[in-house]
């Protein structure tokens, strides 16, 4: 602690302040795709393109009631399977209910979606439920994340596994960047050589190098 006291000695603050009135900021800006995003920091604020979820679908694997089917404790004749990427097209006639997978979009008239867990089979293409069935469960509404137009990320983010995702998911296909620092280290001593090259007594690899770069 003596030597902060030196004559002419810098403390941290005042080697930091100085440093930084010898920098510019870099603000030129690029846009990339999002595959090249990776590891790059955001220039402008990002809005969602396109809703998440993009539809009503089911966020378990189960059976879609209509809202006449809510409390039978009659047996459902199933009718279809909806699938993710197949939604069920044909005809849904009351009393039935629609197979559905997880991520497969709602089928028209669909008032909610029980959990296979809370049914049994009681037969070939017949189920009855175990308990009455409560409107809106298991069933994720077009847009409850994310609307489109809503910021979604600000500008300064830093790009990464994280959030990368998100914006392929809003339909965000090419961001705006800062463009990369080019930066250039070197060290510097009598007593440092290369990791290939042959040491003399009293000298030592230049192993800090190779920490500066990572």
Avoid at 75 to 103: K, N, Q, S, Y
Avoid at 114 to 136: D, K
Wanted: glycine residues 10%; hydrophobic residues 45%.
């Amino acid at each position: 602690m003596a030597g902060c006291d030196m004559e002419g000695v810098l403390s941290l603050a005042q080697a930091r302040a100085a440093l930084a009135d010898l920098l510019e900021p870099c603000c030129q800006t690029e846009t990339v795709a999002l595959g090249q995003a990776l590891g790059r920091i955001l220039a402008e604020p990002v809005s969602a393109r396109l809703a998440s979820p993009l539809f009503d679908n089911s966020a378990m694997d189960g059976f879609a009631l209509k809202a006449a089917d809510l409390a039978v404790t009659t047996p459902l004749t199933i009718c279809g399977t909806a699938l993710a990427g197949h939604p069920f097209c044909g005809e849904w006639p009351d009393g039935a209910v629609v197979r559905i997978m997880t991520g497969a979009p709602v089928p028209e008239g669909a008032a909610t979606v029980v959990m296979q867990e809370q049914t049994r089979s009681v037969g070939v293409g017949v189920i009855e439920l175990l308990a009455p069935a409560r409107a809106g469960q298991n069933i994720r509404l077009r847009g409850e994340d994310i609307q489109p137009g809503q910021p979604v990320l600000a500008a300064g983010e830093s790009l990464n596994a994280r959030n990368l995702p998100l914006l392929a998911a809003v339909g965000v296909g090419e961001v705006r960047v800062f463009k990369p620092l080019r930066v250039a280290f070197f060290s510097s001593g009598d007593e440092l050589k290369g990791v290939d090259e042959e040491l003399a007594f009293g000298q030592i690899v230049d192993s800090n190098r190779y920490a500066i770069a990572a």
